[in-house]
T-cell receptor, first 117, second 113 residues
Framework: GAVVSQHPSWVICKSGTSVKIECRSL??????MFWYRQFPKQSLMLMAT?????????EQGVEKDKFLINHASLTLSTLTVTSAHPEDSSFYIC?????????????FGDGTRLSIL | RKEVEQDPGPFNVPEGATVAFNCTYS??????FFWYRQDCRKEPKLLMS???SGNEDGRFTAQLNRASQYISLLIRDSKLSDSATYLC??????????????FGTGTRLLVSP
């Protein structure tokens, strides 16, 4: 079945550091990938839609200069949290599916737990 | 009103019990519906898609009621391994013409021996 891999699983770093998270589709091409954030005891919130070969689409309230998204190939999207601060500590998850559409189930990466000290 | 609303629970049930969760959604134009399960500190995993006619997968049955804008999940013969948070996910059509997946906060299920 379709597999999405995310790396790293855990990141602990100092305030002010920039952190890059990778999301890869291992056995299919993904022109579209999605990035979510989940705070404790809350639902997943869509941050942005990553589009291969074009700019990402950000949800309202998500700073595009803070959360840089690069979808450089059909199998890789990266999310960079720039100058991270403790309030950015969260669980970041990506998803994709072979059709690129939302009418079919999404396959999620393992998630990245980010802790900013 | 939340776009997707679920009772957070927890639902505490003994092994073998039958338990049902409901989820309501606000956007009547929504077309696709899913149930995912999420274990603590893990990524969501698809449990089942929800079809208009209702569908069943083993011990799990999903129903869609478009008129009342809710979906349900029924779990029969609960197992200890069913303990998890169950996420209701809806593909919503926004006013902008775009679609977006909206997640409920999840319903926590605890199955005890």
């Amino acid at each position: 079945g379709a597999v999405v891999s995310q790396h790293p699983s855990w990141v602990i770093c100092k305030s002010g550091t920039s952190v890059k998270i990778e999301c890869r589709s291992l056995d299919f091409q993904a022109t579209t990938m999605f990035w979510y954030r989940q705070f404790p005891k809350q639902s997943l919130m869509l941050m942005a839609t990553s589009n291969e070969g074009s700019k990402a689409t950000y949800e309202q309230g998500v700073e595009k200069d803070k959360f840089l998204i690069n979808h450089a190939s059909l199998t890789l999207s990266t999310l960079t949290v720039t100058s991270a601060h403790p309030e950015d500590s969260s669980f970041y998850i990506c998803s994709a599916n072979p059709t690129g559409g939302l009418d079919q189930p999404q396959h999620f990466g393992d998630g990245t737990r980010l802790s900013i000290l | 009103r939340k776009e997707v609303e679920q009772d957070p629970g927890p639902f505490n049930v003994p092994e073998g019990a039958t338990v049902a969760f409901n989820c309501t959604y606000s956007n009547s134009a929504s077309q696709s519906f899913f149930w995912y399960r999420q274990d603590c500190r893990k990524e969501p995993k698809l449990l089942m898609s929800v079809y208009s006619s209702g569908n069943e997968d083993g011990r799990f049955t999903a129903q869609l009621n478009r008129a009342s804008q809710y979906i349900s999940l029924l779990i029969r013969d609960s197992k200890l391994s069913d303990s998890a948070t169950y996420l209701c996910v809806v593909n919503m059509f926004m006013n902008t013409g775009f679609q977006k997946l909206v997640f409920g906060t999840g319903t926590r299920l605890l199955v005890s021996p």
